[in-house]
Structures are given as structure tokens and as C-alpha cells.
Nanobody, 125 residues
Framework: QVQLVESGGGLVQAGGSLRLSCAAS????????IGWFRQAPGKEREFVAA????????SYTGSVKGRFTISRVNAKNTVYLQMNSLKFEDTALYYC??????????????????WGQGTQVTVSS
């Protein structure tokens, strides 16, 4: 079992920045890939970004490319999502998730077996 806790969300003006953190505990000796997803009210949960265990491969959904950066520090069991040039449409509850397929950047929710509780990001226009 891997427990995930997100933090770093908040209220920010459009054009601003936030850095989300995803801290893992529990079975941290195992390798796992991490994905970030988000869900806005009335919408389905959507993929944002993912990173492999080594950090050597990352992927992003098109709407955040060039604005968001995913990274990880395995020694701290933490994955980060740096979000710059935030837009109103980035407003959502952001979740991190862990996958045992540590060599892949999976863009669908069913590829992840462990989920955090989410952190709210609100961007004011």
C-alpha cells in the first residue's frame, strides 16, 4: 500500500504560479510512477501530467504543456507539479496517483491503483 498526500493548492490570480506536492508513505521501497489528474465541478477527472520512477520520462496533456512541470525527488518520496501562467480553466481539485508500472507515463485513471485525497486549486480571472 502507498499512501499519497497532496498539498500546495490555494487561490491564485490568473497568470500566477503554484507548486503542488505529492508526498508518498507506506510501501515507498517499491518503485512507482506518479500521475497528476484534476477534476473540475461537473466534469470528468482528466490527466494532467505523469512521471516515471526514474524521472527520465514525463508526459503532459496539451493544455498544460509549456506551463506545468512535473518532477520528483525520490529521496524525499515526493513528486512536484510546478504550475506557471495559471488560467481560470486550470481551476479544479488536483489529485496525485501512483502506478506500479513504474516505467510508464500512464494518462488514464484506471492505470493507477493508489490515489490521494486531492488539493484544491482556484484561479481567479
Amino acid at each position: 500500500q502507498v499512501q499519497l498526500v497532496e498539498s500546495g493548492g490555494g487561490l491564485v490570480q490568473a497568470g500566477g504560479s503554484l507548486r503542488l506536492s505529492c508526498a508518498a508513505s507506506g510501501r515507498t521501497s517499491s518503485r512507482y510512477a506518479i500521475g497528476w489528474f484534476r477534476q473540475a465541478p461537473g466534469k470528468e477527472r482528466e490527466f494532467v501530467a505523469a512521471i516515471t520512477w526514474s524521472g527520465g520520462s514525463t508526459s503532459y496533456t496539451g493544455s498544460v504543456k509549456g506551463r506545468f512541470t512535473i518532477s520528483r525527488v525520490n529521496a524525499k518520496n515526493t513528486v512536484y507539479l510546478q504550475m506557471n501562467s495559471l488560467k481560470f480553466e486550470d481551476t479544479a481539485l488536483y489529485y496525485c496517483a501512483a502506478s506500479d508500472a513504474y516505467f510508464s507515463t500512464i494518462a488514464y485513471t484506471s492505470g493507477y491503483g493508489y490515489w490521494g485525497q486531492g488539493t484544491q486549486v482556484t484561479v481567479s480571472s
